[in-house]
């Protein structure tokens, strides 16, 4: 019996070496100290031997029982040691992992950097509603109901019962609401605002988007004239598109400006050369006027002694005139492997 004893530690001592993590361990636990173990087996076996052996028999057994437990002991030891050892170590030389910052999306990135030219000049800021009442979109602005220059804009009408004097609300489809907003606002000029906000028309196509941002800029004080809207341009146009970009004025017709212009910059693809992006050297910026004397009284401003101009650009065209995105509706696409080209 002492050979068979010796014989099943001599194994168990390899297997409970060798064991490489703890499931293993279990599971000659359950082989050495479970029910069918060889050490049970001998165990029944006693009774069977002459009655003088058995005491040793059973001693015999039970030492090899303990040498068992300290063999399971000490494998259990070993596998936390080896677990613990090595989460310790750091390879120093290994490459470095690359950590992913995020950035700020291209249509945020170019209000920023409005804001920063516009309140170079003393431009303040102002938010107004981007759903708003019909007088402030339209009415204010010398567009009375049903005129035509109203179907221009393709407005979203909102259902809900209209104010008596303001009329029906929409859904802003030009930051031009808060001219009369911010006249009401500062009550007696000097006025310098910029109003950025979302707009929205009926309109899709790789220029037009149906949620798109305006900046609104309005200036208004005594003596002001077209060559300080002139030179306000120029200064953005260089500070934002760079030195080699040039502005020129288009007459155009705007029935809250008088006179009215397409404000529009040299091509960057061709430098104004003409190409087939541009078509004749020249981009549309957007839109702007010297401040119709009906929409000054309207802000209750007196014309006689005031004046000033405005200008609405888009700001996804904006940013296509200086990145060459080919179609604006990638913006909106979410698409990273789009987004991540601008950080
Ligand atoms: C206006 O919205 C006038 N309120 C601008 C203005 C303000 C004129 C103050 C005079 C004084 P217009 O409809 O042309 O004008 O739009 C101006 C600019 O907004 C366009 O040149 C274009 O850059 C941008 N825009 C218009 N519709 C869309 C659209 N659906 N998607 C993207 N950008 C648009």
Same mark, same amino acid.
């Given at each position: 019996?002492?050979?068979?004893?010796?014989?099943?530690?001599?194994?168990?001592?390899?297997?409970?070496?060798?064991?490489?993590?703890?499931?293993?361990?279990?599971?000659?636990?359950?082989?050495?100290?479970?029910?069918?173990?060889?050490?049970?087996?001998?165990?029944?076996?006693?009774?069977?031997?002459?009655?003088?052996?058995?005491?040793?028999?059973?001693?015999?057994?039970?030492?090899?029982?303990?040498?068992?437990?300290?063999?399971?002991?000490?494998?259990?030891?070993?596998?936390?040691?080896?677990?613990?050892?090595?989460?310790?170590?750091?390879?120093?030389?290994?490459?470095?992992?690359?950590?992913?910052?995020?950035?700020?999306?291209?249509?945020?990135?170019?209000?920023?950097?409005?804001?920063?030219?516009?309140?170079?000049?003393?431009?303040?800021?102002?938010?107004?509603?981007?759903?708003?009442?019909?007088?402030?979109?339209?009415?204010?602005?010398?567009?009375?109901?049903?005129?035509?220059?109203?179907?221009?804009?393709?407005?979203?009408?909102?259902?809900?019962?209209?104010?008596?004097?303001?009329?029906?609300?929409?859904?802003?489809?030009?930051?031009?609401?808060?001219?009369?907003?911010?006249? =009401?606002?500062? @009550?007696?000029? %000097?006025?310098?605002?910029?109003?950025? !906000?979302?707009?929205?028309?009926?309109?899709?196509? /790789? $220029?037009?988007?149906?949620?798109?941002?305006?900046?609104?800029?309005?200036?208004?004080?005594?003596?002001?004239?077209?060559?300080?809207?002139?030179?306000?341009?120029?200064?953005?146009?260089?500070?934002?598109?760079?030195?080699?970009?040039?502005?020129?004025?288009?007459?155009?017709?705007?029935?809250?400006?008088?006179?009215?212009?397409?404000?529009?910059?040299?091509?960057?693809?061709?430098?104004?050369?003409?190409?087939?992006?541009?078509?004749?050297?020249?981009?549309?910026?957007?839109?702007?006027?010297?401040?119709?004397?009906?929409?000054? =009284?309207?802000? @209750?401003?007196? %014309?006689?002694?005031?004046?000033?101009? !405005?200008?609405?650009?888009?700001?996804?065209?904006? /940013? $296509?005139?200086?990145?060459?995105?080919?179609?604006?509706?990638?913006?909106?696409?979410?698409?990273?492997?789009?987004?991540?080209?601008?950080?």
């Amino acid at each position: 019996m002492e050979k068979r004893i010796r014989k099943i530690l001599n194994e168990a001592a390899k297997e409970f070496e060798s064991a490489g993590d703890e499931s293993e361990i279990d599971q000659l636990y359950v082989k050495y100290f479970g029910k069918k173990s060889p050490l049970n087996k001998l165990t029944k076996k006693i009774s069977t031997l002459d009655p003088a052996l058995k005491p040793k028999a059973g001693q015999n057994i039970n030492k090899a029982k303990s040498t068992l437990e300290k063999l399971f002991d000490r494998a259990k030891r070993n596998v936390k040691t080896k677990k613990a050892s090595a989460t310790k170590y750091i390879d120093v030389t290994a490459p470095g992992k690359k950590i992913t910052i995020g950035h700020l999306h291209l249509v945020s990135q170019a209000i920023e950097e409005i804001v920063t030219i516009f309140s170079k000049l003393g431009y303040s800021l102002q938010s107004y509603p981007e759903i708003d009442w019909d007088w402030y979109a339209f009415e204010s602005l010398n567009m009375p109901k049903d005129h035509p220059a109203r179907d221009d804009w393709e407005t979203f009408f909102v259902k809900a019962p209209p104010n008596p004097k303001l009329g029906n609300q929409v859904l802003t489809p030009h930051t031009s609401n808060g001219q009369v907003r911010e006249m =009401e606002n500062v @009550k007696k000029p %000097p006025i310098r605002m910029i109003n950025i !906000a979302r707009c929205y028309r009926r309109q899709i196509d /790789i $220029s037009h988007t149906p949620m798109f941002h305006q900046f609104e800029g309005l200036l208004i004080d005594k003596n002001i004239s077209i060559p300080n809207l002139k030179g306000t341009f120029d200064y953005f146009t260089t500070n934002f598109f760079g030195k080699n970009r040039v502005t020129r004025l288009r007459p155009h017709h705007f029935r809250f400006t008088e006179p009215s212009f397409e404000v529009d910059v040299t091509c960057d693809v061709c430098g104004g050369k003409s190409c087939r992006i541009c078509k004749s050297g020249w981009l549309e910026l957007g839109g702007a006027g010297m401040v119709h004397p009906k929409v000054l =009284e309207a802000g @209750k401003i007196d %014309p006689k002694k005031y004046s000033g101009f !405005a200008f609405g650009w888009g700001i996804e065209r904006t /940013i $296509s005139m200086k990145t060459k995105i080919p179609d604006i509706r990638l913006l909106y696409q979410n698409d990273i492997r789009f987004l991540e080209q601008f950080s």
